[in-house]
């Protein structure tokens, strides 16, 4: 149990455009999801917190026009990527809320041409 | 604030060497301590966890006591193999009135075994 998916698994977008990543819990519903950055050799990078039917928290120095989050159910939670340049290419990964755990997405690929 | 710093990577081993990665934690509640793995190219996997002082987390052949006199939660395995190679990132969870959920990562500690 406790499966979270992530889609796409990878993309590639010009830059200028948008891109919108989707995370699902698959057998639980969670009311809170996280979204975090890692660079390549790094370590996670908390970038928002995704609370169904309210604004996400964001994590400071983290735009949020830039990185918009709606967490529309309580099993899918979706960050777009507004305006995406070279410098947010980066590997996103998302995780629902249970109990006291979280659970991880298999992590986004993002790179920006 | 909260913070969890762990050993410096990379970390080389041969086959079924004994391995620990060290990770110490500053914490003002009762945090909640975990393990997480990252193959390469994966998202994050828990590995184990621990939720009170004294508990022991174990799987896959790996163990970390959470040690509160020592604020510790290292991570030991006895015989590693070439497929343990991965990024371990020690974490801690604040189980305190705002239990956000929220997790504070250390910095990750690559982990290379050399048949």
């Known amino acids: 149990g406790a499966v979270v998916s992530q889609h796409p698994s990878w993309v590639i977008c010009k830059s200028g455009t948008s891109v919108k990543i989707e995370c699902r819990s698959l057998?639980?519903?969670?009311?809170?999801m996280f979204w975090y950055r890692q660079f390549p050799k790094q370590s996670l990078m908390l970038m928002a917190t995704?609370?169904?039917?309210?604004?996400?928290?964001?994590e400071q120095g983290v735009e949020k026009d830039k990185f918009l989050i709606n967490h529309a159910s309580l099993t899918l939670s979706t960050l777009t990527v507004t305006s995406a340049h070279p410098e947010d290419s980066s590997f996103y990964i998302c995780?629902?809320?249970?109990?006291?755990?979280?659970?991880f997405g298999p992590g986004t690929r993002l790179t920006v041409t | 604030g909260d913070s969890v710093t762990q050993m410096e990577g990379p970390v080389t081993l041969s086959e079924e060497a004994f391995l620990t990665i060290n990770c110490t934690y500053t914490?003002?509640?009762?945090?909640?301590l975990f393990w997480y793995v990252q193959y390469p190219g994966e998202g994050l996997q828990l590995l184990l966890k621990?939720?009170?002082?004294?508990d022991k987390g174990s799987n896959k052949g790996f163990e970390a006591t959470y040690r509160k006199e020592t604020t510790s939660f290292h991570l030991e395995k006895g015989s590693v193999q070439v497929s343990d190679s991965a990024v371990y990132f020690c974490?801690?969870?604040?189980?305190?009135?705002?239990?956000?959920?929220?997790?504070?990562f250390g910095q990750g500690t690559t982990l290379q075994v050399k048949p």
């Open positions: 995780s629902a809320h249970q109990g006291y755990e979280q659970y």
């Open positions: 995704s609370n169904e039917g309210s604004k996400a928290t964001y």
């Open positions: 914490a003002t509640g009762y945090p909640s």
């Open positions: 621990a939720t009170k002082a004294d």
């Open positions: 057998d639980f519903q969670a009311t809170t």
């Open positions: 974490a801690l969870s604040d189980r305190g009135s705002s239990n956000t959920g929220k997790l504070i």
